[in-house]
């Protein structure tokens, strides 16, 4: 099993300001590494796949970098819209999920 | 546009079998383009992949889960379905489906999401 391990748990950020979340996996993943956001009660949204490359319809505020086994989510303008849980998938075998970031208004 | 939607009962008593559908609209589950999967999340906690299904029947599991876990699809129904057996507390979570449209494979991100549905075991 691959596992993959997200830092901080918990980011403290002010609105307008810029957040960066960091995902590790145990082995290499190349990029095959995805970002979801989930909001309270509500079910996951695909940011981020191909490590680097937004989803229909993702703001471009949201970008995404790394591979092997070092990836970053950058949201460059924090909106009130945006404070929610952030979790990192890797798919390069069978998919498993690291245990979050939530990042709260500060 | 291709949308999914679980549906099922929200208690079951523990050792028996949680049983989900996931009703796709908009779409047709014999795509060939597609991977249907379930994953789950315990209350408060982080998002756990449980399986994966091709409309071919073809299945790929959790390997933590495999021996307790049954994906089926149904093309007459454009739907599929989750069975988990021998279910005790820690499986008590909001049970999504989702869909992989990249046809790159079955591993991949999930791009459309079920609402999800909790699911409680409990006698």
């Known amino acids: 099993e691959i596992v993959m391990t997200q830092f901080p748990a918990t980011l403290s950020v002010s609105p307008g300001e810029r957040a960066t979340l960091s995902c590790r996996a145990s082995q290499s993943v190349t990029s095959n590494l995805a970002w979801y956001q989930q909001r309270p009660g509500q079910a996951p949204r695909l940011l981020i796949y191909g490590a680097s490359t937004r989803a229909t319809g993702i703001p471009a505020r949201f970008s995404g970098s790394g591979s092997g086994t070092e990836f970053t989510l950058t949201i460059s303008t924090l909106q009130s819209e945006d404070f929610a849980v952030y979790y990192c998938?890797?798919?390069?075998?069978?998919?498993?999920f690291g245990q979050g970031t939530k990042v709260e208004i500060k | 546009q291709l949308q999914v939607q679980e549906s099922g009962p929200g208690l079951v008593k523990p050792s028996e079998t949680l049983s989900l559908t996931c009703i796709v609209s908009g779409g047709s589950i014999s795509s060939y383009t597609y991977y249907w999967g379930w994953i789950r999340q315990p209350p408060g906690k982080g998002l756990e992949y449980i399986g994966t299904i091709y409309y071919s029947g073809t299945t790929y599991y959790n390997p933590s889960l495999k021996s307790r876990v049954s994906i089926s699809v149904d093309t007459s129904k454009n739907q599929f379905s989750l069975h988990l057996s021998s279910v005790t507390a820690a499986d008590t979570a909001v049970y999504y489906c989702?869909?992989?449209?990249?046809?790159?494979?079955?591993?991949?991100?999930?791009?459309?999401w079920g609402q999800g549905t909790m699911v409680t075991v409990s006698s």
């Open positions: 989702a869909v992989n449209t990249a046809a790159t494979g079955p591993n991949d991100a999930f791009d459309i």
């Open positions: 998938q890797q798919y390069n075998k069978w998919p498993t």
